[in-house]
Each structure stands twice: as structure tokens, then as C-alpha cells.
């Protein structure tokens, strides 16, 4: 199997994998962004973001503990990304990712650099679970990329 083919399914894995975890129930900032369908101010989702990257920011060690050989390391990573799952679902940020509806994306996330923050951490939460899965650096990579990018658009807008 060519190498694209093996990150293609890694990928379609991890997000299966992600898709079948139950998210986490604790209380958050991110709490009933989902029901809001406009104009979610930067005020108000900086808290819900500021959890979403320190979520991630505990994914990231527990998954390059994985890469390098730990694999005990693998039930911190998946809490980790259980509990940013949890959060990119309250926030309706999921929902938002999966849509083709982009006016309706535009309505709910007028500030562009908010979009970007959800992508690059909706990217990140898919391809770590791609890691997860089936352990590999060119996933791992990418992954860190869009944290970082996410971490950048964050920095940009709070």
C-alpha cells in the first residue's frame, strides 16, 4: 500500500475512532455555543478556545510519548482528545467542521480568525486521533501544525 493510502486511512480511522467515543460531560465555557446560530463574539468564545488548547496541549506529550515506544501512553492521549471532543461538540464547532452550509459558517464565526482557530483545532483533534491510532509521524506532524496554527489564530483574537 502506497504511503498517501496508509495516512488516508490512518486518517478515516482516527475520525471513525473519535466519532464512536462518548465526549466529556463536564461543565465548560464551550457550554451552548452549539445552540447559538449567529454572531458568537470573540468575548465570548475565548474561555471556550483558551480550554480547547489546553486540551490539546495535554494531548501532544501523551502522544509523542506513544511515537516513542510508551504505549501506555496511548489511554492519556485518547482522554486527553476525549475531553477536546467534548468541547469542540459544545461549542458547535463539529457540527460547524462537517457542514457545507458556508454562509450559515460565516453567520455563526463572523471573525475570520476564529474560523481559522476551528479548523486548525478541529485538524488537529482528527489527525492526533489518526496518531492514536495507528502511530505514525507524518500524522503526528501535521497534527502539531495545525495546533500551533490554531494556537497562533487564539493569540490573534483574544
Same mark, same amino acid.
Given at each position: 500500500?502506497?504511503?498517501?493510502?496508509?495516512?488516508?486511512?490512518?486518517?478515516?480511522? $482516527?475520525?471513525?475512532?473519535?466519532?464512536?467515543?462518548? #465526549? $466529556?460531560?463536564?461543565?465548560? !465555557?464551550?457550554? $451552548?455555543?452549539?445552540?447559538?446560530?449567529?454572531?458568537?463574539?470573540?468575548?465570548?468564545?475565548? #474561555?471556550?478556545? !483558551?480550554?480547547?488548547?489546553?486540551?490539546?496541549?495535554?494531548?501532544?506529550?501523551?502522544?509523542?510519548?506513544?511515537?516513542?515506544?510508551?504505549?501506555?501512553?496511548?489511554?492519556?492521549?485518547?482522554?486527553?482528545?476525549?475531553?477536546?471532543?467534548?468541547?469542540?461538540?459544545?461549542? $458547535? =464547532?463539529?457540527?460547524? !467542521?462537517?457542514?457545507?452550509?458556508?454562509?450559515?459558517?460565516? =453567520?455563526?464565526?463572523?471573525?475570520?480568525?476564529?474560523?481559522?482557530?476551528?479548523?486548525?483545532?478541529? +485538524?488537529?483533534?482528527?489527525?492526533?486521533?489518526?496518531?492514536? +491510532?495507528?502511530? *505514525? *509521524?507524518?500524522?503526528?506532524?501535521?497534527? =502539531?501544525? !495545525?495546533?500551533?496554527?490554531?494556537?497562533?489564530?487564539?493569540?490573534?483574537?483574544?
Amino acid at each position: 500500500m502506497r504511503s498517501g493510502s496508509w495516512l488516508t486511512l490512518s486518517f478515516i480511522m $482516527g475520525a471513525l475512532t473519535l466519532a464512536c467515543e462518548e #465526549p $466529556g460531560g463536564e461543565p465548560s !465555557a464551550c457550554d $451552548g455555543l452549539d445552540e447559538r446560530r449567529m454572531a458568537i463574539t470573540r468575548e465570548e468564545f475565548t #474561555p471556550c478556545a !483558551a480550554e480547547m488548547l489546553a486540551a490539546l496541549d495535554r494531548a501532544r506529550p501523551a502522544i509523542e510519548r506513544l511515537l516513542a515506544g510508551d504505549d501506555e501512553a496511548r489511554a492519556a492521549g485518547r482522554e486527553a482528545l476525549r475531553a477536546l471532543r467534548g468541547l469542540v461538540q459544545k461549542s $458547535g =464547532v463539529e457540527a460547524d !467542521a462537517r457542514s457545507v452550509r458556508p454562509g450559515e459558517l460565516i =453567520v455563526r464565526w463572523p471573525d475570520g480568525r476564529m474560523r481559522v482557530f476551528n479548523y486548525s483545532v478541529y +485538524q488537529a483533534l482528527v489527525l492526533y486521533g489518526a496518531v492514536l +491510532q495507528y502511530p *505514525n *509521524n507524518d500524522n503526528f506532524r501535521d497534527a =502539531v501544525e !495545525a495546533q500551533n496554527d490554531a494556537a497562533e489564530s487564539f493569540r490573534t483574537f483574544r
